[in-house]
């Protein structure tokens, strides 16, 4: 199944680009190869030009303590594990302190780093990081993959809380839903949202056997999907056939 999530306001699309490039990070990072690594280096750019937001570390510590209110509300209620509970109020608080530790904004210490600063000025300009023009950045890529590994974890090390921090409440928020079964008809589907609820987060599973693509839009009253397909003529048409897949609105 192909998963794709469709966020209803901004703040969310800003940790959904932030997880995606923390899990590319991750990806990275591990490997050997110089060009794996630069790639690497260049997303910790993109990290910080994305947490570079002014308010972005003051919302995600606003909404882990929101979280843990929400939580605490639980203690003594029977069917919940008391166990289970603590260990994710814990894990919230250990994210809220690491984050609120850290002076300015996520990355903001590597802006002190004149070498890496001399790197993102020219990762930019196409093709601007040649052996010509930054050979100190030149050599280093033919130092040991073990060398480079150490210093990109080094560097990736300032961003671990808020990367920790995006990972559990977006965790949190796709497990606040529940997964149904929809039909399009004609390619066509569309829901009433019910009132008193702020979905923030929709998440739809359709088989890629099908080979359809799914464009969602949405609001706080009412979401859509259109089935569309690529034709030979590389563009996409819409799907005049009945297709079922899986929707699941997190509030």
Same mark, same amino acid.
């Given at each position: 199944?192909?998963?794709?999530?469709?966020?209803?306001?901004?703040?969310?699309? /800003?940790?959904?680009?932030?997880?995606?490039?923390?899990?590319?990070?991750?990806?990275?990072?591990?490997?050997?190869?110089?060009?794996?690594?630069?790639? &690497?280096?260049?997303?910790?750019?993109?990290?910080?030009?994305? *947490?570079? +937001?002014?308010?972005?570390? *003051?919302?995600?510590?606003?909404?882990?303590?929101? @979280?843990? @209110? !929400?939580?605490?509300?639980?203690?003594?209620?029977?069917?919940?594990?008391? &166990?289970?509970?603590?260990?994710?109020?814990?894990?919230?608080?250990?994210?809220?302190?690491?984050?609120? &530790?850290?002076?300015?904004?996520?990355? @903001?210490?590597?802006?002190?780093?004149? =070498?890496?600063?001399?790197?993102?000025?020219?990762? %930019?300009? $196409? %093709? %601007?990081?040649? %052996?010509?023009?930054? $050979?100190?950045?030149?050599? =280093?890529? @033919?130092?040991?993959?073990? /060398?480079? !590994?150490?210093?990109?974890?080094? =560097?990736?090390?300032?961003?671990?809380?808020?990367?920790?921090?995006?990972?559990?409440?977006?965790?949190?928020?796709?497990?606040?839903?529940?997964?149904?079964?929809?039909? *399009?008809?004609?390619?066509?589907?569309?829901?009433?949202? $019910?009132?008193?609820?702020?979905?923030?987060?929709?998440?739809?599973?359709?088989?890629?056997?099908?080979?359809?693509? $799914?464009?969602?839009?949405?609001? +706080?009253?009412?979401?859509?999907?259109?089935?569309?397909?690529?034709?030979?003529?590389?563009? #996409?048409?819409?799907?005049?056939?009945?297709? *079922?897949?899986? #929707?699941?609105?997190?509030?």
């Amino acid at each position: 199944m192909i998963l794709y999530e469709y966020p209803f306001n901004e703040r969310l699309r /800003t940790y959904l680009r932030l997880e995606q490039l923390f899990r590319r990070l991750g990806e990275l990072i591990p490997r050997a190869h110089p060009l794996d690594h630069h790639f &690497a280096l260049v997303t910790i750019f993109e990290i910080m030009d994305v *947490a570079a +937001r002014a308010d972005l570390k *003051a919302d995600v510590l606003k909404d882990i303590e929101k @979280h843990k @209110h !929400q939580l605490d509300a639980y203690r003594g209620n029977p069917s919940i594990s008391e &166990a289970a509970l603590n260990a994710v109020i814990g894990q919230l608080d250990r994210c809220f302190a690491a984050l609120n &530790a850290q002076a300015g904004k996520s990355g @903001h210490a590597l802006t002190e780093n004149d =070498w890496l600063m001399s790197i993102r000025s020219r990762v %930019g300009i $196409p %093709g %601007g990081t040649c %052996g010509f023009d930054l $050979p100190a950045y030149y050599a =280093w890529q @033919h130092k040991e993959p073990e /060398t480079r !590994q150490r210093a990109l974890e080094d =560097w990736a090390s300032t961003l671990a809380p808020l990367a920790e921090s995006i990972y559990v409440l977006l965790k949190l928020l796709r497990d606040s839903g529940v997964p149904q079964k929809v039909a *399009a008809e004609r390619g066509q589907f569309q829901q009433n949202l $019910p009132q008193g609820r702020t979905f923030q987060l929709l998440r739809l599973r359709i088989d890629p056997a099908l080979d359809l693509i $799914p464009e969602i839009s949405g609001n +706080r009253l009412i979401v859509s999907v259109r089935l569309m397909r690529l034709g030979d003529d590389t563009r #996409l048409h819409a799907c005049a056939e009945d297709a *079922a897949f899986e #929707l699941t609105l997190c509030a």
